[in-house]
């Protein structure tokens, strides 16, 4: 499974996708700096930080997340690659498991990009107040946002193994990105899969009624259904030649 992994880096250097997600992940950074520099929004760094890890978090990271799907399970079909890499020593169990890995390794590197780009673009800006606890709290802060919305997102792999071009994810993770604005603030938003990352790694569910191992179980159930249902569908799904 090493291998596999190791295989998967290769394929994203290549990758445009890859590119593109990168630049994803620093525009909500420079939308800020934007607002800094333009119109005064943000003062400081705090605010700065705040700011980007909100609209990474419950919106732009959705989006991206769901390409990111959609292209990680989906290629192997779209470049009819599946029944080859089904011939070498490696389980359909391993290759969703490989597959899962490199997902959350993806995520990671987006989290370090965009949080440097905030740290860059905060000192371009000339913002006040920057201090390293602020900065390692911050990226905490985000990693554990997009680790949690990581759980979120296995339903989107049966979608990806179920209908493998790259449409139906962009369309879902942009309606999940405009639900995510209509449900934030709301006193259901606990409850919503995809906003709980959010509001549990920014400590704003502490502001609702409801309790935060509520929030967890929904985005654990959300995980254990979407895997189960991708697992199955997966293992017993012909690949055809």
């Keep these: 499974?090493?291998?596999?992994?190791?295989?998967?880096?290769?394929?994203?250097?290549?990758?445009?996708?890859?590119?593109?997600?990168?630049?994803?992940?620093?525009?909500?950074?420079?939308?800020?700096?934007?607002?800094?520099?333009?119109?005064?929004?943000?003062?400081?760094?705090?605010?700065?930080?705040?700011?980007?890890?909100?609209?990474?978090?419950a919106m732009f990271a959705v989006l991206i997340f769901a390409i990111i799907i959609s292209y990680l399970f989906g290629r192997e079909y779209n470049e009819h690659t599946l029944k080859t890499m089904l011939t070498i020593p490696i389980s359909r169990e391993k290759f969703l498991v490989s597959k899962y890995i490199m997902f959350l390794v993806w995520i990671v590197i987006l989290t370090v990009v965009t949080t440097f780009s905030t740290?860059?673009?905060?000192?371009?800006?000339?913002?006040?107040?920057?201090?390293?606890?602020?900065?390692?709290?911050?990226?905490?802060?985000?990693?554990?946002?997009?680790?949690?919305l990581f759980l979120t997102f296995s339903p989107f792999v049966f979608v990806s193994l179920f209908v493998t071009n790259m449409v139906p994810a962009m369309v879902g993770g942009a309606a999940l990105s405009?639900?995510?604005?209509?449900?934030?603030?709301?006193?259901?938003?606990?409850?919503?899969?995809?906003?709980?990352?959010?509001l549990i790694a920014s400590g704003e569910i502490a502001e609702y009624s409801a309790d935060i191992m509520v929030s967890y179980g929904m985005i654990l159930a959300t995980f254990m259904i979407g895997l189960a249902v991708s697992y199955i569908y997966f293992t017993k799904k012909d690949v055809v030649i």
Excluded: H
């Excluded at 593109?20 to 605010?47: D, H, K, R, V, Y």
């Excluded at 709290?137 to 985000?142: G, H, I, T």
């Excluded at 405009?178 to 959010?198: D, E, H, K, R, S």
């Design 1 to 57: 499974m090493l291998t596999f992994i190791q295989m998967e880096f290769l394929k994203l250097k290549r990758s445009k996708i890859f590119l593109l997600s990168l630049m994803g992940a620093i525009l909500p950074p420079l939308l800020m700096f934007i607002a800094a520099t333009s119109f005064n929004e943000t003062q400081s760094f705090e605010a700065l930080f705040a700011n980007v890890n909100m609209y990474m978090s």
């Design 119 to 148: 740290l860059i673009f905060g000192f371009i800006a000339g913002l006040e107040g920057f201090s390293l606890k602020l900065f390692i709290d911050s990226f905490a802060e985000l990693l554990l946002a997009n680790v949690l």
């Design 178 to 198: 405009l639900i995510n604005l209509m449900v934030y603030g709301q006193n259901w938003a606990p409850f919503v899969p995809w906003v709980c990352p959010y």
